[in-house]
């Protein structure tokens, strides 16, 4: 395995993770990733992670860089419910 297949795979794992429960979730939702006009492809983008606790859970939002630009996109979401 090459180690973008590697980081692939470890990008893949944590998505599964954190995506659903921050873009399908039922108690936040965090919007889709935007920059330069379009969704950002979280799996070709850089990703980096920023904790938030809501009502005494930690929640794990995404925030990758713009694979155009370069720029960090800044997660934001709402509370459902
Ligand atoms: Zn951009």
Same mark, same amino acid.
């Given at each position: 395995? $090459?180690?973008? /297949?590697?980081? #692939?795979? /470890? ?5 599964? !993770? ?7 979730? &039922? !108690?936040?939702?965090?919007? %889709? ?11 070709? +983008? %850089? ?5 938030? &606790?809501?009502?005494? %859970?930690?929640?794990? #939002? #995404? ?10 996109? &800044? +997660? $934001?979401?709402?509370? #459902?419910?």
């Amino acid at each position: 395995m $090459t180690r973008d /297949e590697q980081n #692939l795979a /470890e990008k893949k794992l944590l998505l599964a !993770i954190h995506g659903d429960e921050v873009f399908k979730g &039922k !108690i936040i939702r965090q919007e %889709r990733p935007f920059c330069c006009g379009a969704d950002i492809d979280l799996l070709e +983008a %850089r990703l980096t992670f920023v904790e938030v &606790k809501i009502r005494n %859970r930690i929640f794990t #939002l #995404l925030e990758p860089y713009c694979p155009l630009c370069g720029r960090k996109a &800044k +997660a $934001t979401f709402h509370l #459902l419910n």
